[in-house]
């Protein structure tokens, strides 16, 4: 599945809020923005919290089903799932371990300094015309009563050298592992060009090769306006500046999409990457800008709303996507 169409709709449930309550609920390992519960309470309207909670994706060519804990512990029974990315696929760990909680025995999280993980050594990227120092920042795991593992390993931009070392850690890889990999929040539009060269690196050099099974999640939109959609636009004093007090609508073609990426797979890597499939979110979240941390508080008390780090509201949807990806024969 490489796109996917659809509409936010009403919960047929006019009390429903969203599948669980983050901070009561989840394991005591998630500790992410709650967006009901946001920083700056008499600068969201209560009323928003709930129209943003109250609805669900409804994909337009079929029934998208909420993740099932008991079917995804059965079907990933002793097998891996690990997680490579950004800091966006931090809070995909988290609505895993949120919706995945009655099968949870085990888990920690922690950032990657604080972590046992052994690499944490200097690593760098070329970005445009500068070369930055990779930001490692969190490192995370639990275990489910069937035997599976989910593992998170959060790093800014990609960079082979630390993408080998990470996986050498889970050597030897088997066909019964799974990849779920993003990188795309770093990379601002005046340098997407290095983004395109790291993914052709990703995709051609190392993911033709593995033997793993590969969940691409794509892109989610951000919303910070401006000329580049970018917090680092801002930065650099691009057009769009200063600080946003709130997070903006956004149309296709303004913001990240995966073109690049369905190019690759359907040419160039099309037998390597066999094993490749993409997880569409981007449709889904381009119309969300008010289900940011930002449009919920988090930062905004001093013009700095954030509007790439989303609610649990929108991330869960992807989690039922990606049940719906690694269990078909349950999720149908």
Known sequence: MQQLTGKWVDHPDPSYMGEYNMTKDCPSFVRDYDCKRPDSPNLVPPDL????????????????RITNA????????????????DSIMRLHFYSLACLLRTHVVDGHASTWGLSDIRWKGNYTAKLGDYTIQVVKQFVGEFLLDSGARVYLRDFGVYNQTLFDDILSD????RASDVLVLNWGAWYPRFAWNSNEEHMQQLFM?????LPVQ????????????????????????????PWRYTCFSAVKGEYWYDEFVRGLLAGPCKTGCARVAMLPIFEMTLARPNSHHGSMGRGIADGQADCRHWCNNVVDQWTHLLFDTLCPAVAR
């Not at 889970?170 to 890889?173: D, K, N, Q, R």
């Not at 050099?205 to 090769?209: F, G, I, P, S």
């Not at 969940?215 to 801002?234: C, V």
Request: with cysteine; proline share 4%.
């Open 70 to 85: 008991a079917d995804v512990a059965a079907c990933m029974a002793g097998r891996r799932i690990i997680m490579l990315g």
């Open 170 to 173: 889970f050597a030897p890889l």
């Open 214 to 241: 590969v969940i691409w999640k794509s892109h989610a939109a951000i919303h910070f306006g401006g000329a580049t959609g970018s917090e680092t636009g801002f930065e650099n004093s691009l057009p769009g500046g």
């Open 205 to 209: 050099e190392r993911l033709a090769t």
């Open 49 to 64: 919290i709930r129209s943003q909670y109250r609805q669900i994706f409804q994909p337009d060519a079929c029934q998208l």
